[in-house]
């Protein structure tokens, strides 16, 4: 198993550019997270998604899409980038009634 | 207040020292989880807690759901186990609460 992946792992985006970051699973999970992490904060929650045509949005998800189309899959969108979003960018997945939170590598965002 | 603190948030310690970092609470949880982020940025998950105590190799984790605090204890630590330490806290459903972290150094 490949565990969750990201793509990319570093990323360079110009103000008002848009982007998606990918995460994928392989584990058959049906909770899946997006979180930011921003040095001195604890990881903030973006959106989440608790199966396959199901998406909620988390504290912080202004300026961040997110579709859930397959169990495996579930893409962050960047609609509109800012300086404000620069941070590194992990996707998390778990199992129901299990909780342990699996994360992939994370992304590391840089909007000038 | 944040929800989650965690202290202390920087931590030196020679190689065989006995280690404690702290986790206070101030909400309902079904769960507390210890996590370790590398500094190559992966974050791995240790353990998952609501009562008593877990113990994995030099780790040990313990939770007092009527105090609202954990601790996560490193017995004869190691360069290796230098890393960021997080503390969550579930609240309900899937959803987890985050501290800052503590930024762990050991030295040999």
């Known amino acids: 198993n490949a565990g969750v992946t990201q793509t990319p792992k570093f990323q360079v985006l110009k103000t008002g550019q848009s982007m998606t970051l990918q995460c994928a699973q392989d584990?058959?999970?049906?909770?899946m997270s997006w979180y930011r992490q921003d040095p001195g904060m604890g990881l903030r929650l973006i959106h989440y998604?608790?199966?396959?045509?199901?998406?909620d949005q988390g504290e912080v998800p202004n300026g961040y899409n997110v579709s859930r189309s397959t169990t495996e899959d579930f893409p962050l969108r960047l609609l509109s980038a800012a300086p404000s979003q620069t941070s590194v960018y992990f996707c998390?997945?778990?199992?129901?009634?299990?909780?342990?939170?699996?994360f992939g590598p994370g992304t590391r965002l840089t909007v000038t | 207040k944040n929800e989650v603190e965690q202290s202390p948030q920087n931590l030196t310690a020679q190689e065989g020292e006995f280690i404690t970092i702290n986790c206070s609470y101030s909400?309902?949880?079904?769960?507390l989880h210890w996590l370790q982020q590398h500094p190559g940025g992966g974050i791995v998950s240790l353990f998952m807690?609501?009562?008593g105590k877990k113990k994995h190799g030099r780790l040990i984790a313990t939770i007092n759901i009527q105090e609202k605090h954990s601790s996560l204890h490193i017995t004869a630590s190691h360069p290796r186990d230098s890393a960021v330490y997080i503390c969550?806290?579930?609240?309900?459903?899937?959803?987890?609460?985050f501290g800052a972290g503590t930024i762990l150094r050991v030295k040999s």
């Open positions: 998390a997945s778990s199992a129901p009634g299990v909780y342990e939170q699996y």
């Open positions: 584990m058959n999970h049906e909770y």
């Open positions: 998604s608790v199966g396959a045509g199901i998406t």
């Open positions: 909400v309902g949880i079904s769960a």
């Open positions: 807690l609501s009562s």
């Open positions: 969550a806290v579930r609240l309900n459903g899937n959803k987890l609460v």
